[in-house]
């Protein structure tokens, strides 16, 4: 008789399992973004992120370290202006003076190199309009116009201390733009996290909560559509070519193929951003006691690794560094 071929054997033990796993998620895999407000003199709740807040600049100073003693591999800083403060142009991206690049300055003074600092480099918080880039007479996001204020944004970025700059925003050429920018005034070690495939999500619903956002409509025009694999492989291959350090997908879960297709024509190494919608459904999921929590943020990290992502942005960095140490 043939024997029955037994897969289950590896299974029998944790200690099997543990010695067989063939991704294992590590806390320096994980990047915590975080977000800094002005004009607020206590961290505020983002009700559609349960435990992810608004930071004042102390207590986002005393999170970040809190991260980094937790091991996590590097922290993604967005900036939420006060109100006033937003006009068409964005001018708050690229002030020195813009919240975003104060914090970047308190952080690096704070932690030097023990950590990777980086920075969201799109306009979208600071424009009044809430589009990533400046608006045309017609209403349209203007590519190149963008561009120049992506330019002037990473280098307020770079001097600000930021370690890695990550262009958000899909506009064509925004990486060469950026990478020669960086260059021509001397930042040549300052590397770029590029949004590759960026896709138009329902899931960033939280986010726009978290950085009060002013959109009205949507940003079609330039992020991707879900339908699209091959245009992905074309933007990410767009992005190395203009000398991306790293290439990013966005989101993570609902887009793992795309993750995978990173991973194989990619020399560089891939991220992927389990974002606000992904972290809400498994907090709220959670919450109501429909799954187990802990299970489901490590099940789902090991899921995004395991489609070929080395880097991970999650909002549950910290806890999951903190439990895997
Ligand atoms: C754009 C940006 C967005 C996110 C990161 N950078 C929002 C958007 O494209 O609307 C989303 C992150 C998240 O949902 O967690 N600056």
């Not at 800094?36 to 102390?58: K, L, N």
């Not at 109100?83 to 708050?92: F, R, V």
Request: proline share 4%; net charge negative.
């Amino acid at each position: 008789m043939t024997p029955v071929i037994r897969p289950r054997r590896l299974r029998s033990t944790p200690a099997l399992r543990r010695l067989v796993a063939e991704t294992v998620v590590a806390p320096s895999d994980l990047v915590l973004p975080m977000f800094v407000a002005d004009g607020i003199d206590a961290p505020r709740d983002i009700s559609s992120m349960p435990g992810v807040v608004q930071h004042t600049f102390d207590s986002l100073r005393k999170a970040a370290d809190e991260a980094v003693r937790a091991g996590v591999g590097g922290l993604m800083l967005f900036g939420v202006p006060a109100p006033e403060d937003k006009d068409a142009d964005g001018t708050g991206a690229d002030s020195d003076d813009g919240v975003l690049n104060r914090a970047l300055r308190v952080l690096a003074d704070d932690l030097g190199d023990s950590t990777v600092l980086m920075a969201d480099t799109c306009l979208d918080e600071f424009t009044d309009h809430g589009h990533c880039g400046v608006v045309d007479d017609c209403g349209r996001v203007d590519n190149d116009a963008t561009l120049e204020r992506y330019v002037s944004m990473a280098l307020a970025q770079a001097r600000a201390g930021a370690h890695l700059l990550g262009p958000s925003g899909m506009m064509d050429g925004q990486v060469a733009a950026i990478r020669a920018g960086l260059d021509a005034e001397g930042f040549t070690d300052t590397g770029i996290l590029a949004y590759a495939a960026k896709y138009a999500s329902a899931f960033y619903g939280p986010f726009r909560e978290a950085v009060g956002s002013s959109l009205q409509g949507d940003r079609r025009t330039y992020q991707q559509d879900a339908s699209n694999r091959v245009e992905a492989l074309r933007e990410i291959r767009l992005d190395l070519e203009e000398g991306a350090d790293l290439v990013m997908v966005k989101p993570a879960m609902s887009y793992l193929d795309i993750v995978r297709d990173a991973a194989e024509i990619a020399d560089v190494p891939v991220a992927a951003y389990q974002i606000s919608g992904e972290y809400a459904m498994i907090t709220a999921a959670a919450e109501r006691g429909w799954i187990d929590r802990d299970a489901a943020i490590l099940e789902s990290l090991t899921s995004i690794k395991r489609a070929g992502a080395s880097v991970i942005l999650t909002y549950f960095a910290t806890e999951v560094a903190g439990r895997l140490a």
